[in-house]
């Protein structure tokens, strides 16, 4: 191949991903559920959105590191059971903020629960490691 078409073939490339992420996010509106956001989210900004702030967590990680006062500790492990336990609590439309580690494990559970509440979804960048870097002070687990 030649200089100029791996250049072109790079650009190409580049310009479908470019696509691809705004049909991503075109279509995440129009499935008549709320998008997903990424977000990196101070606590105080968690806690002013009004959403419900779920810390995905395993309790091993919540006894080491802390959590957020004030937010639900449950493990995500499926959608179904997960949403058993937290539907009644967006019941009034208001956002499912996810929080977990690094922002990795929250980022898949979002995903997996898009399309099955009309709630807006928020996985939080970043995770507890960015929140406990930025000086918030944890609580220990309940």
């Known amino acids: 191949m030649s200089n100029i ?4 073939f790079l650009a190409l490339g580049l310009g479908a991903v470019v696509l691809a992420g705004a049909g991503y996010a ?3 509106g129009s499935k008549g559920t709320a998008a997903i956001e990424y977000r990196a ?3 105080d900004e968690m806690k002013a959105d009004g959403g419900l702030i779920v810390d995905i967590r395993t309790p091993p990680e919540w006894a080491e590191t802390g959590v957020i006062d004030g937010a639900a ?3 995500f492990n499926d959608p179904q059971s997960f949403l058993a336990q937290v539907k009644p609590a967006l019941a009034d439309g208001r956002d499912l903020i996810l929080i977990c580690h690094s922002g990795n494990r929250s980022s898949r559970a979002a ?3 898009e399309g099955l509440i009309p709630n807006k979804i928020i996985s939080v960048d970043g995770g507890m490691s960015r929140v406990i ?4 002070q944890t609580v220990a687990p309940n």
């Open 26 to 28: 075109f279509t995440a």
């Open 73 to 75: 500790l449950l493990t």
């Open 111 to 113: 995903q997996a629960l």
């Open 5 to 8: 078409s791996k250049r072109g």
């Open 133 to 136: 870097a930025s000086g918030y």
């Open 41 to 43: 989210m101070s606590v």
